[in-house]
């Protein structure tokens, strides 16, 4: 069936047939399955690489799987799945195609764009990017004065912040402690001012990473930087060319801003933001890990990408998430989704799948032009879990919402802990699993009366149980386990907007405040009378001017 001229998805036989089936579900308890199927702890599981997937503790059967599986045939996922490999434009309100899965493919795979094969050109810049990783790490490139580099600043937001910010916490044992990095993101000066305060100039390098080089936050900034530079080092402007890189797609723009195009490292049109640090945008975290540990990065997000595009339906792990996604969202009235990693070092993992997820899925128009009928994207949210578990997991355990939950958790800490904070991993994980298990069963009020609990605190201290997770589970947290656990992400993002319909690639949900925001500057800063301007916002804007004293 073509994507976009396909019968609406929520008149198609399998999407009623879900519709049915939920009705007939009624109130099925976890409980239930799991005594009427000893089996199913070890049986509801797969395995896709180093990551381990139980989701026996989701509210669904072998049918609801199967019909799952059937609305995705009929949606056409794996079709376009395949043009998505291929190289086709499938992102079709820019006419891009949609490529991160060649920025992680072998030397030898030809894919082409326009009749062009792109995987040389990406392997020139991982190579580049590598040369000159190692050249900042042994300290032959040196700053304006001499000095050896210590310090890189990385100026990008969204896609090219997100993604070097959260895997540099993720992989921070694997990183040169010698090096500082910094990740500046906020067009607020107090983001540069913090990230720069201690440095010294003469050994700090700045990496501008920007897609369209063009973000308005993004140029702020890194023209702050070049000045603040400047001034520190009391240096002329060719002084810029040992402390500046750009990661770009728009040699011109880049020029235009006083970087040599010689410290450019590029990427294309075809990698979309929010799907690119493994590109060029990764150049900081390459810096920081060294460039054979960003290649086993790499290597982990093509075991997956190999596993979705070979993987039967049945076995498919991005597939599964995804179409679980669609059964809470769609079928469940779920509006969220918790991501609770159980690892210290993903603390920032949640914030960038936030990106990756909601700018993708976040439309309520289809690939036909058409407002969809159906729930899309989900609110994404969470934080690392034990601290979760103190602050917002009453409302999970007890509350009166359902949130669908991934638990992401790993069998060993971190090698470079000392044994006595490794001996602490053991009590991490048993409040791990023991979430888990307490948001499936719950505790019913006859287990809390056995308690000695008095009957009018019975209620309160009863779990109905019943909400649904999905545990993953890995050895450890290395490179590669980090390129698994996105690129499954980013196939699961892609199966549900394949399902909803929707351009997953596209975000032009951002343009309009940041068209607003240009036309309101000039109203903060000169008072000038800004056509159009509304009521409430006029008032506020003179609210803010008097508050300055303008
Ligand atoms: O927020 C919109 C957006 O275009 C994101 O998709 C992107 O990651 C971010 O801005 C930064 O864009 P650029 O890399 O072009 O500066």
Redesign the pocket.
């Known amino acids: 069936m073509n994507a976009d001229s396909r019968t609406r998805l929520n008149q198609t036989p399998e999407w009623t047939a879900l519709a049915r089936h939920r009705e007939e579900l009624g109130d099925l308890q976890l409980r239930e399955l799991f005594a009427a199927d000893p089996g199913r702890g070890a049986g509801y599981t797969l395995e896709v690489g180093d990551l381990h997937i139980d989701y026996s503790k989701h509210l669904v059967t072998d049918d609801t799987l199967r019909l799952l599986r059937e609305l995705a045939a009929a949606t056409g996922v794996f079709g376009l799945r395949d043009a998505m490999f291929r190289g086709e434009k499938i992102n079709i309100t820019e006419g891009r195609a949609v490529l991160h899965t060649a920025l992680r493919a072998s030397r030898d795979t030809v894919i082409e764009v326009d009749g062009e094969n792109v995987v040389p050109a990406v392997h020139a810049v991982l190579d580049r990017m590598a040369a000159f990783s190692e050249k900042i790490r042994s300290g032959e490139w040196t700053g304006h004065t001499g000095k050896r580099i210590k310090n890189i600043v990385n100026i990008?937001?969204?896609?090219?912040d997100l993604g070097p910010a959260m895997a540099y916490e993720v992989l921070r044992s694997y990183t040169d402690r010698d090096l500082t990095l910094r990740f500046v993101s906020n067009v607020d000066g107090a983001d540069l001012h913090e990230a720069v305060r201690d440095l010294d100039a003469a050994e700090t390098l700045f990496v501008i990473?920007?897609?369209?080089?063009?973000?308005i936050e993004?140029i702020t900034n890194a023209t702050s930087a070049r000045d603040w530079l400047l001034t520190e080092l009391k240096a002329d402007p060719e002084a810029v060319a040992r402390h500046f890189v750009a990661l770009s797609t728009n040699a011109e723009k880049v020029s235009d801003f006083g970087i040599d195009t010689a410290n450019m490292f590029e990427f294309w049109d075809w990698v979309?933001?929010?799907y690119?640090y493994d590109s060029a945008i990764g150049l900081s975290l390459m810096i920081a890990i060294g460039p054979d540990r960003f290649r086993e990065m790499l290597d982990g997000f093509r075991l997956v990408d190999e596993h979705f595009r070979t993987a039967p339906a049945e076995s498919n792990v991005p597939l599964l998430l995804g179409l679980l996604g669609v059964w809470y969202g769609n079928f469940h009235d779920a509006q969220s989704h918790a991501v609770l990693p159980y690892s210290h070092y993903l603390s920032k993992f949640t914030a960038y799948l936030q990106?990756l997820d909601m700018?993708s899925n976040g439309k309520y128009v289809g690939r036909d032009g058409q407002p969809v009928e159906w729930q899309t994207g989900p609110v994404v949210w969470g934080t690392p879990g034990t601290n979760g578990q103190h602050a917002y997991y009453q409302l999970i355990h007890q509350g009166t919402k359902l949130i669908p939950a991934d638990f992401i958790g790993f069998a060993e800490p971190v090698a470079e802990l000392s044994d006595g904070l490794k001996a602490q991993h053991d009590l991490l994980m048993a409040n791990f699993f023991a979430q888990t298990q307490a948001l499936a069963f719950g505790k019913t009020p006859d287990e809390v009366r056995a308690e000695g609990v008095p009957e009018e605190l019975v209620a309160h201290k009863t779990f109905q149980g019943n909400h649904p997770t999905t545990t993953i589970l890995a050895k450890d947290l290395t490179p590669s386990v980090l390129g698994q656990l996105i690129a499954l992400y980013e196939h699961k993002v892609f199966v549900q907007g394949a399902i909803w319909n929707i351009d997953s690639f596209d975000?032009w949900g951002?343009e309009l405040g940041k068209v607003l925001a240009k036309r309101v500057e000039p109203a903060l800063t000169e008072g000038a009378q800004v056509p159009g301007l509304d009521a409430s916002t006029t008032s506020l804007v003179a609210k803010y001017r008097e508050l300055r004293g303008r």
């Open positions: 990008g937001i969204g896609g090219s990473a920007s897609k369209t080089f063009t973000t993004t979309g933001g929010r690119s990106q700018e975000q951002v």
